[in-house]
């Protein structure tokens, strides 16, 4: 266990949920965790500057704990793609810069580290690079967090098939149920398992007011 990218099937599909799960997961364990969040967009205004929901919910899973502003060191306020928020700020987003701000967290060498991408897998930081890069540059296997609603088959294949072009190794995948009567969902998570050629880290139910804890009860920590 070591450090890994969270990416997920699309937006929305859990992807600091999970993360938070496998933190709080690795905390039951003992192990020293940190969970990055190296762009956020749709920042909140605070007293102490711009604030991310999910970039906070990974400080609060970062234990010894982090600064926001080592979890989360570019944010920006309009709940728009990275590239478009950072090209209205006039900020340079390029995945040497995201890699020398992490540097310094991976090299820490914690037991967990989770970096969580934006959105899904080929969301572009700037004209001429995606965020998906970020894990080829630092070597990151890559966790896939499929949403599991309709079209969750296809789109989880079609993003299983693209990390591994791309060259990054999937080291698993976890399904996250996002609606609470959806039908067929046994079948639907027996197909994923079946078409999906790599480890399931866990399934997690559809939960209404879920928490670290609750998510961690489902999940295994990747290998």
């Not at 938070?20 to 956020?40: C, D, E, I």
């Not at 790599?198 to 295994?220: K, S």
Request: with cysteine; hydrophobic share 45%; proline share 7%.
């Amino acid at each position: 266990m070591s450090a890994y990218f969270i990416t997920g099937t699309d937006t929305d599909a859990g992807k600091t949920l999970i993360a938070s799960g496998l933190l709080a997961l690795a905390r039951r364990h003992g192990l020293t965790t940190q969970g990055l969040k190296p762009v956020a967009s749709g920042c909140d205004v605070t007293a102490d500057g711009l604030r991310n929901r999910d970039a906070l919910d990974l400080q609060a899973g970062c234990h010894p704990p982090l600064g926001y502003h080592e979890v989360n060191p570019y944010a920006f306020a309009p709940a728009i793609a990275p590239h478009l928020a950072a090209q209205r700020d006039a900020v340079s987003l390029t995945l040497a810069g995201l890699a020398q701000r992490l540097a310094p967290r991976l090299a820490e060498g914690r037991d967990l580290t989770l970096v969580e991408g934006a959105g899904g897998w080929r969301v572009p930081l700037n004209a001429d690079e995606d965020l998906a890069g970020l894990a080829q540059l630092l070597n990151l296997p890559a966790i896939l967090v499929v949403g599991v609603r309709l079209g969750a088959i296809n789109h989880a294949r079609l993003s299983l098939e693209a990390i591994r072009r791309d060259g990054v190794r999937v080291a698993g995948w976890v399904a996250n149920l996002l609606e609470p009567r959806m039908q067929e969902t046994s079948a639907n998570l027996a197909t994923l398992a079946q078409l999906l050629d790599a480890p399931c880290l866990g399934q997690v139910p559809y939960l209404t007011h879920p928490t670290p804890a609750q998510v961690a009860d489902h999940l295994r920590l990747p290998q």
